[in-house]
C-alpha cells in the first residue's frame, strides 16, 4: 500500500512541473498569437484536461521536464498541434 502512496505522490507533483515546465508555456504563445483558438476560449477546461492527462501518464512526463532537449521538443510539437 506504501507503494501506492508513493506512486500518487510522484504522479501530483510530475503533473505540477508538467504545468509549469511545459503547458504554461503554450498557453502564453498561443496567447500570444492572437488566434482565435477553443483552447484559449476554454482556457480552464484545458489545465483541467492537461493536469488528468499528465496524472495518468505521469512516468511518460518525466522525461520532458527533466530534459530540455525532450521538453523544448514537447512544447513545439503541442504549440503545433493546438493551433
Not at 31 to 49: D, L, P
Not at 50 to 61: D, E, N, R, S
Request: proline share 5%; aromatic share 18%; charged share 15%.
Amino acid at each position: 500500500m506504501e507503494i501506492v502512496y508513493w506512486y500518487i505522490l510522484f504522479a501530483i507533483t510530475t503533473s505540477a512541473t508538467a504545468v509549469y515546465e511545459l503547458y504554461v508555456p503554450v498557453m502564453r504563445a498561443l496567447e500570444e498569437a492572437n488566434e482565435e483558438n477553443t483552447v484559449i476560449e476554454y482556457k480552464y477546461i484545458s489545465y483541467f484536461v492537461f493536469i488528468v492527462f499528465t496524472l495518468g501518464l505521469a512516468p511518460l512526463m518525466l522525461f520532458p521536464c527533466i530534459i530540455p532537449s525532450f521538453g523544448e521538443r514537447f512544447r513545439i510539437a503541442l504549440i503545433k498541434s493546438l493551433s
